[in-house]
Every structure is written in C-alpha cells, then in structure tokens.
C-alpha cells in the first residue's frame, strides 16, 4: 500500500477525533505562552495571537472544516465560563477600591462606549466599508457572545463580529501598556479600566499579567462595557439608521 494513502488515512480518522483538536489547542498555547516568557513578557508577543495563527494554518493545510476542530476544543471553550466567574474574586479583594471609583468608571464607561460605536462607523464609512462590514464592526469592543448578539440583532454578521472582537482584543493587549507608559499614565485603575473597556477578555487577562488592580478594574469594565454598549446602540438607533440602513 502507498505510504501516502497510510498517511491520508490515518490523518482522516486522526481529525475526526475530538482528542486530537484539544490537544492541539493546548499544544498551540503553550507555544504562544512560550514565545511570550521567551521575550521577556514583551506585550508584542501575544500567546492568543500565535495560538490562533497556529491552529489556522493547521485547519488550513489539512482542509478541516470549523465544526469538526469545535468539537474538540468545546471543553477549552467550557471552560470560559468557571474563568470568567473566578475574576470574582480579586474583585471582591479588591470592592472598595471599586466603590470609591464608582462614578468615574460610570462616566468613562458611557464615554468610551459611545466613542467605540462612532469611531468605528465613521472610520469605516471614510475607508469605504459596506453598510453590512459596518454593522459588523460596531460591538468591536465587547465580549464575543453580546457582540454577536448585538450584531445579529443590528444586521450584522455575527461570524464577522466575532473575529473583529478577537483582533480588537489582540491588538489591545498588545498596545496598552507601551501607550500608557508613553502617555505617563500610572494609576493602575485608569491602566486596567480602559484595556478592559476596549479590548474585553483578552485585554482583561493581559492586564492581570502586569497588575493585579489593573486586572480587577479591566474586568469590571469589560462586564459593564457590554451593558452599556447594548443600551448605548438602542438609545441610537435612530441617528445609526440615519447614518446607515440598520
């Protein structure tokens, strides 16, 4: 027998089983994670970034649809839910900080939402963007499933959203800290609040990498951004239809 068809057939049992896909995942973190510690922690490594380009390519060389890789790399997907619960708990460590912050963070929050919707259609709409890329790219800047959600529900793509949502979240975690310690700011809080008001979980996990304050206020705003961006697009909705047919 051709060892080639061995081969072939062999890899076609191989990536039908969800074992195989978790593995994967986990293989291709580690190698970002690696990358990361292997440059100091430089914020220009992502582990994200480099597991997600990881996986693409193998799905990618080996033609494997997108259903069949989930199936596997669910229980990673699980598990979201216990991690997101568990950023409890340096948030009650930490309550009274936030109290006493309270309504500055309401103030940035309404702000930084508001400004996120109408950069991104106004940009998109001087670079020439479809009406549909735009609705698409309004809820960059929240949590992958109310993204998706507002963005279905607007007449966006949710598919769409969702990898917006991931490279919005990428990029700031990539960017935040060279721009906060260029622009001098210091206070942790301020550091954490706007990363996690721009750019979710994944700037969430990078600011609790630098600083456990800057990680509490990074996922208080990532869950109220949500909130406030759902509220802030039906509020508007009116003026976006007139922008745009929503």
Avoid at 59 to 75: N, R, S
Avoid at 122 to 147: H, W, Y
Avoid at 210 to 238: I, P, W
Wanted: glycine share 8%; net charge positive; aromatic share 10%.
């Amino acid at each position: 027998m051709n060892p080639i068809n061995e081969v072939q057939d062999i890899w076609a049992y191989l990536r039908t089983t969800p074992l195989l896909w978790l593995m994967l995942t986990m293989l291709a973190y580690l190698v970002g994670f690696w990358c990361f510690e292997k440059m100091k922690r430089s914020p220009i490594v992502s582990p994200v970034a480099i597991a997600a380009s990881f996986l693409g390519v193998i799905l990618l060389i080996t033609d494997t649809p997108y259903p069949v890789y989930f199936e596997g790399a669910q229980f990673v997907h699980f598990l979201l839910g216990p991690a997101t619960v568990s950023l409890a708990i340096p948030l009650v460590a930490n309550f009274p900080r936030v109290r006493r912050a309270a309504i500055p963070m309401l103030a940035a929050l309404i702000a930084s939402s508001a400004t996120a919707i109408f950069a991104a259609i106004f940009i998109a709409q001087a670079m020439g963007a479809s009406d549909e890329a735009i609705r698409s790219l309004i809820p960059k800047s929240v949590t992958t499933p109310i993204a998706m959600g507002i963005s279905e529900q607007i007449g966006g793509l949710p598919s769409l959203t969702a990898g917006l949502v991931v490279l919005t979240g990428i990029l700031g975690a990539i960017i935040v800290t060279p721009l906060m310690n260029h622009l001098g700011f210091r206070d942790w809080r301020a550091r954490g609040f706007a990363v996690g008001v721009t750019s979710h979980g994944i700037g969430t996990a990078r600011a609790f990498q630098v600083h456990e304050v800057a990680g509490v206020f990074a996922a208080v705003a990532m869950a109220l951004n949500g909130l406030v961006t759902a509220f802030v697009v039906a509020l508007f909705s009116q003026l976006l239809r007139k922008k745009l047919p929503i």
